[in-house]
């Protein structure tokens, strides 16, 4: 008997047509259950005269009003434990994670037990997309402390895959784990899989040949969607690398990469996706570029009905080479962190990715926006290779060119310092940018 490639052929496989009622149907529910449900829905839809029957086609979304952080933090709290965008009581509720609160103040997200069980499936749908059978150990390298991501490993687990709740250990003992047990596969963040291997080398560990990890899975930044990042720790590990997506605002596993490595798949029998203009809000075709925007078509703890992510990408609804007909998103950049320099749209992944691409140096970075003459301005900090014998200023201005290439502005400076010589290396999120910027810039 062969073994079966999706984990759910009869979702994954849905023709548009069948996939698109399938959504419909659910819309439907879970913006009359809203409506019925949460005394935010109720009155910001009265507010704007809409009713859920005005939900005929899924285009008729439009007609409703956007959420976004702000709607979450506004209302968390208010009327009681759970806040006035929840549509259950809080003896439903089995489980609450938080956002990191990275820019702002954290926001809760709950889950009833359908809710989790639900979320679960779909991450064991994501795993058994890039490839992890039961007969795989796994090694959960992610926070639990009320990350959405944490409990993930749950979705390994109903996979059968043999687990090793790892957390956020301490680099050498997590690298004693990876020697000790041999698991095959890792899932942690994209700068934590590059740093965990170049300290697993310092350490006289070969991650190639003394270890087995033969799939990463990284999350929580954009480098895993990144070519020339994604190569460079594929390099380093000898091992298959694949991006996960998800918001603790909406579902922990909203979308993932499949073996084709063109965008994420995502989950779109249980997340309907927009994209939209980021000035006037209008929605923009399918394939075009703007920021992305999310409702819930099945989570009933907190309903989220056209969730400004913030998120700038696109999604690809062209068929996929392995099979699977839910639409395909591409991140860009977080909205918060794009800036522009001489009427020129830079995000921090394009910068990355000219880094990780570029010889004789180590891959860490830190980007600078700053103001000179009343116009923004990016400087970068790169570290330069312990064997390098390049002169800085060579390799400063090497990098200058290389960016000004890619990007199409080059930065003001780029300095240079010694291997080590940036703080940047994390054994979670790394910090590559800081805004030092005074004045008000909108986009």
């Known amino acids: 008997m062969s073994e079966k490639k999706f984990w759910d052929d009869k979702i994954e496989t849905l023709s548009r047509g069948e996939l698109e009622k399938l959504q419909l149907e659910s819309l439907k529910e879970m913006v009359k259950f809203s409506y019925e449900n949460s005394p935010y829905y109720k009155r910001s839809f009265d507010e704007v005269g809409v009713k859920p029957e005005d939900i005929k086609e899924l285009s008729d979304l439009v007609k409703f009003p956007f959420i976004d952080k702000k709607t979450e933090r506004d209302t968390q709290g208010v009327g009681s434990f759970l806040g006035e965008l929840c549509a259950v009581s809080e003896e439903d509720v089995v489980f609450i994670s938080t956002s990191t609160g990275s820019t702002g103040v954290p926001t809760m997200s709950p889950f009833t037990k359908q809710d989790f069980d639900e979320y679960q499936d779909a991450q064991s749908r994501w795993f058994w997309q890039i490839g992890m059978r039961p007969k795989d150990r796994y090694v959960?390298?992610?926070?639990?402390?009320?990350?959405?991501?944490?409990?993930?490993?749950?979705?390994?687990?109903?996979?059968?895959?043999?687990?090793?709740?790892?957390?956020?250990?301490?680099?050498?003992?997590?690298?004693?784990?990876?020697?000790?047990?041999?698991?095959?596969?890792?899932?942690?963040?994209?700068?934590?899989?590059?740093?965990?291997?170049?300290?697993?080398?310092?350490?006289?560990?070969?991650?190639?040949?003394?270890?087995?990890?033969?799939k990463i899975i990284v999350a929580g930044e954009l480098g895993g969607s990144i070519d020339a990042t994604r190569k460079a720790i594929e390099d380093l590990w000898g091992a298959d690398l694949y991006d996960f997506y998800g918001l603790s605002d909406i579902f922990g596993a909203c979308a993932?990469?499949?073996?084709?490595?063109?965008?994420?798949?995502?989950?779109?029998?249980?997340?309907?996706?927009?994209?939209?203009?980021?000035?006037?809000?209008?929605?923009?075709?399918?394939?075009?570029?703007?920021?992305?925007?999310?409702?819930?078509?099945?989570?009933?703890?907190?309903?989220?009905?056209?969730?400004?992510?913030?998120?700038?990408?696109?999604?690809?609804?062209?068929?996929?080479?392995?099979?699977?007909?839910?639409?395909?998103?591409?991140?860009?950049?977080?909205?918060?962190?794009?800036?522009?320099?001489?009427?020129?749209?830079?995000?921090?992944?394009?910068?990355?990715?000219?880094?990780?691409?570029?010889?004789?140096?180590?891959?860490?970075?830190?980007?600078?926006?700053?103001?000179?003459?009343?116009?923004?301005?990016?400087?970068?900090?790169?570290?330069?290779?312990?064997?390098?014998?390049?002169?800085?200023?060579?390799?400063?201005?090497?990098?200058?060119?290389?960016?000004?290439?890619?990007?199409?502005?080059?930065?003001y400076s780029v300095k240079v310092h010694p291997d080590g010589g940036l703080d940047t290396r994390s054994e979670h999120k790394s910090k590559r940018i800081v805004d030092e910027r005074k004045l008000s810039y909108t986009i």
């Open 140 to 214: 959960h390298a992610l926070n639990f402390s009320l990350y959405v991501g944490g409990p993930d490993v749950i979705g390994a687990q109903n996979l059968g895959a043999l687990c090793i709740w790892g957390g956020t250990l301490p680099s050498e003992r997590l690298l004693y784990i990876l020697k000790t047990y041999q698991p095959t596969i890792i899932w942690t963040s994209p700068s934590y899989a590059w740093y965990l291997g170049e300290t697993a080398k310092k350490n006289g560990i070969d991650p190639k040949k003394d270890l087995s990890i033969q």
């Open 256 to 411: 993932a990469m499949c073996e084709a490595k063109d965008g994420l798949h995502i989950a779109e029998d249980h997340i309907l996706v927009e994209t939209i203009d980021i000035h006037s809000g209008d929605v923009l075709p399918a394939g075009e570029v703007g920021e992305l925007v999310y409702t819930t078509l099945r989570k009933h703890a907190r309903p989220m009905i056209r969730f400004r992510s913030g998120d700038i990408g696109w999604i690809d609804n062209t068929p996929c080479t392995c099979g699977r007909t839910h639409g395909r998103i591409h991140i860009n950049g977080r909205k918060d962190d794009m800036f522009i320099v001489s009427a020129v749209n830079v995000f921090p992944s394009d910068i990355e990715a000219v880094i990780h691409e570029l010889d004789g140096i180590t891959g860490e970075y830190l980007i600078r926006v700053f103001e000179k003459d009343f116009t923004c301005k990016y400087s970068v900090e790169i570290e330069k290779n312990a064997d390098s014998t390049e002169a800085d200023e060579v390799l400063a201005d090497r990098v200058s060119a290389a960016l000004k290439s890619r990007i199409g502005v080059k930065p």
